[in-house]
């Protein structure tokens, strides 16, 4: 009996017309498919059977244990494409699988699904470019046709009348303060005139024996009165600091805060008056996404308006009390320090700085070292 050669490259396997195996070639087919098939796919014997590829039918391979010679059992069966993960698990272990088909295979393109494209920052620029414009056009119309009388703007009449108030007061305090400036000058140049008389006043007292006690007497005087006059001028320094804060930084920052609200005003009676006019027009096909799209920014535009005027109505409410609060507490410091300075009271001078814990630097001395600082 002759010996049948094994197949080494590959293993044919004919197809009936019902798509299953032919019982002569079974045992040759079993043999060089399980040394093919990697040991995790789980399958103790397999046998594959294929259809035509014209339509969108797949290739089938049924899985299971195959009968012995004189068994009747029936395999299992189960749906596999021929580009699955098994048949490419297959072909790499060197053994090639030939799948016949009743037709010819035809190769189907599906639809292709593309990443997100990257945006192109060039064209980012570009937009904001163009949506800066747009809303700095439709921003100068408003402003123009307000100062010429035709257009409309909202007012808040309550809103308005506090603004105008804290601009008022705000030039106001500026005077102040620019005059308490002038008076701390012109003290401290009288305090340095008053420590140099004294300075002399005591040079002649000791060499003008005749006149020592006239010199001395008006030595002590004017030292004295230096004192003081540093005293006085540390509490007047301490009261410019502290108006100086309140008008440049939190009326400032109010005020900044006004700046932006009116901003938003502006765009808000822009984004309005386009809207109105849109809708005094004709609606057609053309009109009515552009009146969709400017009934969307003019709704943004009044939110960002509303808040606003929120964050307007709640800095004043604070500024107010804050005002309050700062002004009494130096304005009485003023008062007090004036009045001791005047009346030759030194106790009472003295007693008004520790009220409002001021330190006055010690004349003549040096700057503290960084160690100090630390």
């Keep these: 009996m002759a010996q049948e050669s094994p197949k080494n490259s590959a293993a044919e396997i004919p197809v009936t017309s019902n798509g299953q195996l032919e019982d002569s070639h079974e045992h040759s087919f079993n043999r060089d498919l399980k040394c093919s ?25 049924e899985a299971g244990q195959f009968p012995n010679k004189g068994s009747s059992a029936s395999p299992k069966s189960s749906v596999i494409s021929p580009s699955s993960a098994a048949a490419s698990r297959l072909a790499g272990q060197g053994c090639d699988l030939i799948i016949p088909t009743g037709g010819r295979a035809q190769q189907k393109s599906g639809p292709v699904v593309l990443a997100d ?15 800066w414009s747009l809303n700095t056009y439709k921003c100068t119309r408003q402003i123009i046709s307000e100062k ?35 008076l701390s000058t012109q003290l401290f140049q009288m305090v340095h005139t008053q420590r140099q008389l004294g300075d002399a006043f005591a040079d002649l007292s000791l060499k003008s024996l005749e006149l020592h006690e006239e010199f001395g007497y008006n030595a002590d005087t004017q030292k004295l ?45 822009a984004y309005r008056t386009d809207l109105e006019e849109l809708n005094l027009g004709p609606r057609d096909a053309n009109t009515l996404p552009k009146i969709e799209q400017s009934q969307q920014l003019f709704q ?31 304005l009485v410091l003023f008062h007090n320090a004036i009045a001791a300075y005047f009346a030759g009271n030194q106790k009472q001078l003295e007693q008004t700085l520790k009220q409002f814990h001021i330190k006055l630097k010690t004349p003549g001395a040096d700057a503290p070292s960084w160690l100090e600082e630390q």
């Design 148 to 182: 010429l009388g035709r257009g409309s703007r909202t007012v808040d009449l309550e809103l308005e009348a506090q603004i105008d108030i804290l601009r008022d007061n705000k030039k106001k305090y500026e005077n102040i303060l620019r005059l308490a400036q002038t």
């Design 37 to 61: 098939l990697p040991v995790g796919l789980g399958l103790s014997e397999t046998k594959i059977t294929s259809h035509g590829f014209d339509g969108a039918k797949e290739g089938v391979v």
């Design 225 to 269: 009165l230096a004192k003081n006059g540093e005293t006085l001028l540390g509490a007047i320094n301490f009261f410019i600091a502290s108006v100086n804060t309140l008008v440049n930084k939190t009326i400032e920052d109010t005020l900044l805060t006004v700046k932006q609200y009116e901003s938003a005003r502006i765009e808000y009676d």
């Design 300 to 330: 943004v535009h009044k939110e960002k308006y509303d808040k606003m005027r929120n964050d307007v109505s709640i800095k004043l409410k604070f500024l107010e009390e804050n005002k309050v609060k700062v002004l009494h507490n130096q």
């Design 117 to 131: 494209e990257v945006k192109n920052p060039a064209m980012e620029k570009l937009e904001l470019v163009r949506k």
